[in-house]
């Protein structure tokens, strides 16, 4: 059986160190998760690349992980798999030009930052988010009306199927709304990342109403200073607990717990209908429904999941894990939590918006060793 394989020599690569103590509870934002068999930690794209090959040619399974920070992992031992922790991290710039690399262990956050200090524009709305380079494509991040499919030209993948490395153009990777072909199938490793980039220094076109009157925007699409956009972004997530701070409890999470789901345009009159028959038709007026595309309606999560009951803090003191403080759409360990005790509570709120409204939420972070 593969799970059963005998871990492969790794300690003659260069760039790999090889790492016994570490656990999964260490390397995530939930702060939960076993010791896994051996975390490998690769300084450079030539390190994963042959850490990797090697763990695949061997049969062993293997997680990859960047911040940590979208990951959800059991705490039961043994957890049978080799960690190959992403930690190549340079950037490159032309400023001329407004091409930006980062190999994938460069933390998001400074990636930002750097492109912004180089006067670049079309990162701005993505500040804050937690985690790597390299796991931007992953899920298509996305915050504050803007997307890694904006301005992500090309990835440099190795692909695990044919252990070949080859730059990749971003309309392979299926970007959609949290979604690449990447997320829930572990076939490739991205190694870099490459962004098209404004170079007047403006921001992408704001998109998103709160951040839109927060600048004082006069008109939907408005451009701004990238930098003062930053700002405001960074504010507005910090007062949702949308910023990575060590002792916060509001932020040891995977950030949104569900994605907004997306349904046809009669589920969504239904649920409308359902709205006004339990809660009145102001609440009914007042439903988030957004256009996605062919019919489709993009609902709120985090409005159902209020809509359904679930206060912030719920369950309420004492629960190890519970709902964000300063927003419903995060489920957090308030430091003590098991990964059973947030799964429990992910099922928790799950079915109770599937009670009363007849959504079923999908979770958003990507499950090692438990499942909804
Ligand atoms: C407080 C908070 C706020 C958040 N806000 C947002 C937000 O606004 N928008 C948003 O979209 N997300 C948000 N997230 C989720 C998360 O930060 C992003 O999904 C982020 O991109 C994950 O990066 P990571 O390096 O931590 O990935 P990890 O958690 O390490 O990994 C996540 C998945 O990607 C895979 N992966 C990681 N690196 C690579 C790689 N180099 N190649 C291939 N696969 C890889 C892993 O195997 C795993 O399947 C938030 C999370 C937190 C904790």
């Given at each position: 059986m593969a799970d059963s394989s005998p871990t492969p020599v790794?300690?003659?690569?260069?760039g790999a160190v090889l790492d016994e103590q570490t656990t999964l509870a260490d390397l995530t934002t939930f702060h939960v998760g076993a010791r896994p068999r051996l975390t490998v930690r690769c300084r450079t794209q030539d390190a994963v690349v042959e850490t990797v090959r090697r763990l695949d040619a061997a049969g062993v399974p293997l997680l990859v992980v960047g911040g940590g920070s979208n990951l959800l992992v059991a705490d039961e031992e043994p957890l049978d798999l080799v960690v190959v922790l992403i930690e190549c991290a340079g950037v490159s710039v032309e400023e001329d030009t407004g091409l930006l690399r980062a190999e994938a262990g460069a933390v998001w956050d400074e990636v930002v930052s750097t492109s912004l200090a180089a006067?670049?524009?079309?990162?701005e709305c993505l500040s804050g988010i937690p985690g790597s380079a390299g796991a931007t494509p992953v899920q298509n991040v996305g915050a504050y009306g803007a997307e890694i499919a904006d301005v992500l030209t090309r990835v440099r993948l190795l692909d695990r199927e044919t252990g070949e490395v080859s730059w990749v153009p971003a309309s392979a990777l299926d970007l959609s709304y949290r979604y690449s072909n990447l997320k829930f199938t572990a076939r490739a490793v991205v190694l870099e990342a490459e962004f098209q980039l404004r170079t007047d220094g403006l921001s992408a076109p704001l998109r998103f109403g709160e951040l839109a009157r927060r600048l004082g925007a006069s008109s939907a699409g408005e451009r701004r200073p990238a930098a003062e956009v930053r700002e405001v972004v960074l504010d507005l997530r910090r007062g949702k607990g949308m910023v990575l701070i060590p002792g916060?409890?509001?932020?040891?999470?995977?950030?949104?717990?569900?994605?907004n789901p997306i349904v046809p345009a009669q589920i969504a009159d239904s649920v409308q209908d359902k709205v006004r028959r339990s809660l009145g038709a102001e609440e009914a007026e007042s439903m988030p429904r957004f256009p996605a595309g062919e019919g489709k309606v993009k609902l709120s999560a985090a409005w159902l999941i209020d809509r359904a009951?679930?206060?912030?803090?719920?369950?309420?003191?004492?629960?190890?894990?519970?709902?964000?403080t300063r927003h419903t759409l995060a489920l957090t360990n308030r430091g003590e939590a098991s990964t059973g005790d947030i799964v429990a509570l992910a099922r928790d709120v799950r079915d109770g918006v599937n009670r009363a409204f007849g959504v079923r939420l999908e979770p958003e972070p990507i499950w090692v060793g438990c499942s909804l």
């Open positions: 790794l300690n003659d690569i260069d006067g670049l524009g079309g990162l916060d409890h509001d932020t040891w999470s995977a950030g949104s717990f569900f994605t009951g679930f206060d912030r803090g719920y369950p309420g003191e004492g629960a190890p894990a519970r709902l964000s």
